[in-house]
């Protein structure tokens, strides 16, 4: 995550940056193709058009000037060209960089990488692979198939991240405030406000109270008698 200033307001927003070659498919983006080139310019980012908008009109402002300049972590940036991602739960915007500007972003050395991913021949087997590869490399390396990548990335933000326990607290209360208002709508059903002075016997059915000592109650087709109060 880094630091994103709107260069409008110059209010300061955390932003999710992604660092890959610029000459390698590794984002499957339909518009990188098109934004290689200028990814390939040091200090160049892509902004997500789908960002939340408390970071800024970036896109409208590309619009109008084919570039936008901006601030990452301190650091000049110019946003080069926009892509589409959108909002998720982690991040409320995105950017789109090269691994050397990445690695000036946030003074890393370039060889260090959190996700590598490696490309395999057509018609090739991805287990056999995966265990070939696991072999090789170091213990603290883990090496997954990318289904089983998003299954990790859906546990973490399920199960590990603090989002994951908000939505499950919200949907918890959500079905607790339910059943009470439920349950209300019940009683006042059973206890309309027509037996005020009157007998009237508690029940789970539709009923019809009378004013006189003794009241006549149906109840699922049977008729109940009810002492008075």
Known sequence: MGAWKDPASRTEHRIAVVGAPPTKDALDLPELPAERAKLEVPDNVLFDAGSRPEY?????????QSSV?????????????????GASFGAGGHLLTSDV???????????LIDIGVIQLRPRADARAAQRDIAAR???????VTREE????????????AAIGFIFDLGAVMGLFVG??????IAIGFCFPSCCRNRSCCRCSGSFRAMPSQKSS???RGTTRTCPSR
């Open 56 to 64: 800024g009109a970036i896109a409208e402002l590309f619009a109008r």
């Open 69 to 85: 300049p901006a601030e990452v972590n301190g650091r000049r940036v110019r946003v080069a060209g926009l892509f589409e991602l």
């Open 101 to 111: 500007t990445f690695s000036r972003l946030f003074d890393r050395p370039l060889g």
């Open 137 to 143: 490399v170091p213990s603290d390396v883990v090496v």
């Open 149 to 160: 990548f998003a299954r990790l990335e859906g546990e973490y933000w399920e199960k590990r």
């Open 179 to 184: 059943a009470v208002i439920a349950s209300g």
């Open 217 to 219: 109650t149906s109840w």
